[in-house]
């Protein structure tokens, strides 16, 4: 158990039969009344955000996140397949525990799943990861106006914005946690 003035960011627990993780917190003592603390929670399942007080003395249990990693398979329709890689079993996810991850996961990509009591809930991909352009239009000779950019399409079917001289065929370092270009090889 945990209590609320115990909160910290990134802190798990399990509040009102979901499982919440603690974005951001502030423990107020207004001059009159009883000290709270004012939190924004974030439903790690379905991914929607509250914002909250709690008494600092309010118990709740803590959750126990587990992860693995786990390799990229194939999709089959709606349900992306994983192995583990040391038992070589494969587990298939919807595209909703899957949904932003694959922006940037190719096959045989190492990823991390997130597991809640032994059930997969959401996968992560590396925070960085290399792929390359299949579309975009071509820069012209002469503009070079600073930080000018153009929308380039990687083999994942992702869209982000790229410098002029990127070109079909290069290969980009891709922030996957902002979904922005970092650097071409």
Do not use: C
């Not at 587990?66 to 398979?73: A, F, G, L, N, P």
């Not at 352009?133 to 012209?140: A, I, K, L, Q």
């Not at 930080?147 to 790229?162: C, D, F, R, S, W």
């Amino acid at each position: 158990m945990i209590t609320a003035g115990d909160f910290r960011k990134g802190v798990t627990v399990e509040m009102d039969n979901g499982i919440w993780t603690i974005v951001d917190f502030q423990h107020v003592k207004p001059g009159k009344g009883a000290a709270f603390v004012r939190t924004k929670i974030k439903n790690i399942v379905t991914g929607a955000v509250l914002e909250r007080t709690f008494n600092p003395t309010d118990k709740m249990p803590r959750a126990h996140i587990e992860t693995k990693e786990m390799q990229y398979m194939y999709n089959d329709g709606d349900l992306y397949y994983f192995m583990d890689m040391e038992t070589y079993d494969q587990i298939p996810l919807s595209k909703d525990q899957v949904e932003d991850a694959m922006n940037f996961v190719k096959e045989n990509t190492n990823v991390t799943v997130r597991f809640f009591k032994g059930s997969p809930f959401s996968v992560e991909a590396p925070n960085f990861v290399e792929l390359e352009v299949t579309h975009t239009e071509p820069g012209f000779k002469g503009d070079t106006a600073s930080n000018t950019t153009k929308p380039a399409t990687v083999e994942t079917g992702y869209v982000l914005q790229v410098p002029l001289f990127v070109e079909i065929g290069d290969v980009l370092n891709i922030d996957t946690r902002t979904g922005e270009y970092m650097s071409r090889k």
